[in-house]
């Protein structure tokens, strides 16, 4: 991908923040629709736009579930060692499977549980691990490896094969991970680069092709990522993407995360309705907006730049 004129320190923070944010903001928002159809969202909600929770979990109004948690967990690792290391990932992912989080996906459970009991820090290849679990907490690397896509691919793999050691999964995080760096580097929707890359993108990789829409929202990572392409190329503000992207429902909070993400990097924190930063648990909006700038700022090439 070409590279893009680095904005200032303020204008990366800002929508390195809106990614985070963004994330978690989708996962609340998207957990109260997971594994209904469209059909059931318009019955129960006409159009759902409100954070309130409930859900097949049973949310509180403004609770995140497993996307954010894993994601918060892998820039605790980062932020506690002082840099990568993929032990500290694991050793944070086993901390939080221990304290019994309220959803946990069966491969991501699997990984960690082998992790646990024998120290493994990479998954078998399998066909069964091409779910969403590893893309849907790939951010934190994202933002710490702004600046090198040499570090991103690397890292972003070697997060996913915790849990999931599958090409399709494999691919997907490495290009989502470069559209969150245009992103943050100040790249637009539209007809900009983020549009332009991500058709060359499905050109190479046809299992993604998002148009015309099949319209699955599953937590395999191909229905994921079309999911997520649709909306956020067929939407000019962060609202519509989001909303269009949850009322899908299917894997929902997935969907709804990875979608907020992307669109929060776009648009910024600015961008994000303040009905909905007001519902956000306080607790987990302080701490992904303090690791969104600690992730930035200690980025080995940005922080090189600096020196």
Known sequence: MQSVRIPDRKQI???????????AIGDALGAT????????????????????????LYLKAGQVTDDTEMSICIGRAIQ????????????????????????????????????????TLEVKPSRWSAGNGALM?????????????????????EQAHLTHNNPLSDTACIFFGRLLHEAMMGAELGLGPLLMHT??????????????????SSAFVVDTVQTVFHFLFSTDNFEDCLIGTVNQGGDADTTGALVGMLA???????????????RLDSRVYSEV???????????PVLSSLKD
């Open 137 to 157: 907490r790939m951010l934190p690397v994202a933002l710490y490896t702004l600046g090198s896509e040499a570090l991103l691919a690397q890292y972003v793999v």
């Open 199 to 216: 058709k060359s993108f499905v050109n190479e990789y046809p299992d993604f092709c998002y148009d015309p829409y099949p319209g699955k």
């Open 13 to 23: 923070v800002d929508k390195a923040k809106g990614a985070f944010v963004g994330l």
């Open 264 to 278: 929060g990097a776009v648009y910024g924190v600015e961008g994000i309705p303040k009905r909905w930063l007001k």
């Open 80 to 119: 506690k060692s002082k840099g990568w290391n993929l032990s500290a990932v694991a050793e944070e992912f086993a901390d939080w499977v221990k304290g019994r989080p309220i959803d946990v996906g069966s491969t991501c459970a699997r990984g960690i549980r082998n992790y646990i009991l024998h120290q």
């Open 289 to 299: 907006d303090e690791l969104a700038e600690y992730l930035v700022d200690h980025s």
């Open 33 to 56: 629709t997971e594994f209904m159809t469209p059909q059931e969202i318009k019955l129960q909600y006409g159009v759902h736009k409100q954070i309130i929770g409930k859900g097949w």
